[in-house]
């Protein structure tokens, strides 16, 4: 009788915590509806047909717009964009989900940076997607990413549709740049100091120094050496006559609306061994190095030299600290005294 009375009592038990459990889960949050949707529905269904990004972050704001499969910066002229960090960002925004609710108390907006954007203290994005009619495809306001927010190593993202005050954390790895500049195409010219020739480097007093040599597998040398002088260092002449060796753009801006400075301009010759002969002119204007380049070639490198004008001379390219500082070296950059014997 105690084995029958403990089986069922055991059994009463059980049945107690099956509908415990039950009752928790009916009588618990349910999960949202939008719970694992496409943040941008439309956008995700018709990426193909995206032809208009545009981001407002802070005070400053970019347009990004398609033609064929190329893709420019509106606000510098029309200047190709990174067409690899385009299309990592439209995929990253059709490839976001909702994961969960969170605040939606304006007040609490800033620690997610979901904010409107646009304000002087805003650190939220705001991107809008366009087809190429300009149809709305999808505008959402991106705040800060989490990295392995989710586990396992996915990405999370505060996210929050422009008008509604329900803000969420949203699946997905996401990068986008916070300034127009960061969006252009860096690649500028591209001439490595195994092919020069020749560098001549004129300041705006007038003083010049001359690199050269005969052969690609001779060493570069300066004319007219000090002969109480030595080099900085062993591959300093290969550092400033390489210095268009995979230059990249800081900035552009569309020559025909841009005064370049007339005084202090630094004057730059790099003659290849192929012919081709590139020229620079740098001018510090507003705190930034200005820069602007003609080529001129002869025999297989003419063809190279009409190419690089059509794509140069249209604009002005702010160049980084290090190589403008670079293209202003002046003698005493490149010897220091000798070391007596």
Do not use: C
């Amino acid at each position: 009788m105690r084995n029958k009375g403990l089986a069922w009592l055991l059994g009463i038990t059980a049945v107690a915590v099956v509908l415990a459990v039950l009752v928790s889960r009916s009588s618990g949050p349910k999960s949202d509806p939008l719970a694992g949707q496409p943040v941008l529905p439309e956008a995700a269904k018709r990426l193909a047909d995206i032809g208009r990004m545009a981001l407002v972050h802070g005070d400053q704001k970019t347009t990004l717009v398609r033609e064929s499969d190329k893709w420019s910066v509106e606000e510098r002229g029309g200047y190709p964009a990174d067409v690899t960090k385009v299309r990592q960002a439209l995929l990253a925004l059709a490839d976001m989900r909702f994961v969960e609710p969170k605040t939606a108390q304006p007040q609490s907006y800033p620690r997610l940076q979901v904010e409107d954007a646009g304000g002087k203290d805003s650190k939220s994005t705001l991107v809008t997607l366009a087809d190429d009619k300009g149809a709305l495809l999808g505008e959402v306001i991106v705040g800060k990413h989490r990295a392995d927010q989710l586990g396992g190593g996915e990405g999370g993202i505060y996210v929050r549709k422009s008008g509604n005050a329900q803000s969420w954390l949203a699946e997905g790895n996401l990068d986008l740049a916070d300034t127009t500049a960061a969006w252009l195409d860096k690649k500028l010219v591209d001439l490595p100091v195994a092919q020069v020739k020749q560098a001549v480097l004129t300041q705006p007093d007038g003083t010049k120094v001359t690199l050269t040599r005969d052969k690609p597998e001779d060493k570069l040398s300066l004319v007219d050496m000090p002969k109480d002088k030595k080099l900085k260092y062993p591959s300093v002449l290969d550092d400033t006559a390489g210095v268009l060796g995979a230059l990249q753009l800081d900035d552009v801006r569309p020559a025909k609306d841009f005064e370049f400075p007339k005084d202090g301009v630094t004057k730059a010759q790099f003659i290849s061994f192929s012919g081709l002969t590139m020229a620079v002119e740098l001018a510090d204007k507003d705190g930034v190095s200005w820069a602007r380049f003609s080529a001129s070639g002869s025999g297989d490198a003419e063809k190279q030299a009409t190419d690089l004008n059509t794509a140069l001379s249209p604009w002005i390219y702010a160049l980084s600290s290090a190589k403008a500082k670079t293209l202003r070296d002046k003698l005493d950059d490149l010897v220091e005294a000798a070391k007596p014997s």
